[in-house]
T-cell receptor, first 114, second 111 residues
């Protein structure tokens, strides 16, 4: 089946540790995105990538890093510099529909840092 | 930056009732998308709109792209328990590579 996978579903880390969240897609989409969602809140963009080996900061990139070495993969590292890392993290990818981009989301990873 | 105002923030309705929610923008959008998110899951795309005035249905869901290009509406007819969730609007400006999301409308249904 085509889709976006994120692993693991739940992740627990101690404060001060870096942690990497996985995102893989087999939809042959060029663009990929990482969002953060806090309880009762909307989605905030962390980083996005339009093509392999290129990515741009979103609205809340501080304390995060990404890489895009393969079209299918866009891992997100939450560094120890992120002050409030506990959140629900969502990965998305998009195709181009005319001049518009429809984004499709993965199931999310809930990160808890204590 | 661009902002979306989505309303209402929450709705509590009886099963069988119709639902209406909307999003307004401070700037013009070329695309409006509506998503539904269930607890602990990623948002699922429900409807995509590409032209001002466009009216599109997906089962009991109907969405419209406002003629001013600054707003969009989502209606759900004859609600059922599985409609429970958070509904997000998202818009994309011309040439923009990012979506702007609304804050969501939380729908609760009393059986």
């Amino acid at each position: 089946d085509g889709g976006i996978t994120q692993s693991p579903k739940y992740l627990f880390r101690k404060e001060g540790q870096n942690v990497t969240l996985s995102c893989e897609q087999n939809l042959n989409h060029d663009a990929m995105y990482w969002y953060r969602q806090d309880p009762g809140q909307g989605l905030r963009l962390i980083y996005y990538s339009q093509i392999v080996n290129d990515f741009q900061k979103g609205d809340i990139a501080e304390g995060y890093s990404v890489s895009r070495e393969k079209k299918e993969s866009f891992p997100l590292t939450v560094t120890s510099a992120q002050k409030n890392p506990t959140a629900f993290y969502l990965c998305a990818s998009s195709r181009r529909q005319g001049n518009s981009y429809e984004q499709y989301f993965g199931p999310g990873t809930r990160l808890t840092v204590t | 930056g661009q902002q979306l105002n989505q309303s209402p923030q929450s709705m509590f309705i009886q099963e069988g009732e119709d639902v209406s929610m909307n999003c307004t923008s401070s700037s013009i959008f070329n695309t409006w998308l509506w998503y539904k998110q269930e607890p602990g899951e990623g948002p699922v795309l429900l409807i995509a709109l590409y032209k001002a005035g466009e009216l599109t249905s997906n089962g009991r869901l109907t969405a419209q792209f406002g003629i001013t290009r600054k707003d969009s509406f989502l209606n759900i007819s004859a609600s059922i328990p599985s409609d429970v969730g958070i509904y997000f609007c998202a818009g994309q400006g011309e040439g923009a590579q990012k979506l702007v999301f609304g804050q969501g409308t939380r729908l609760t249904i009393n059986p």
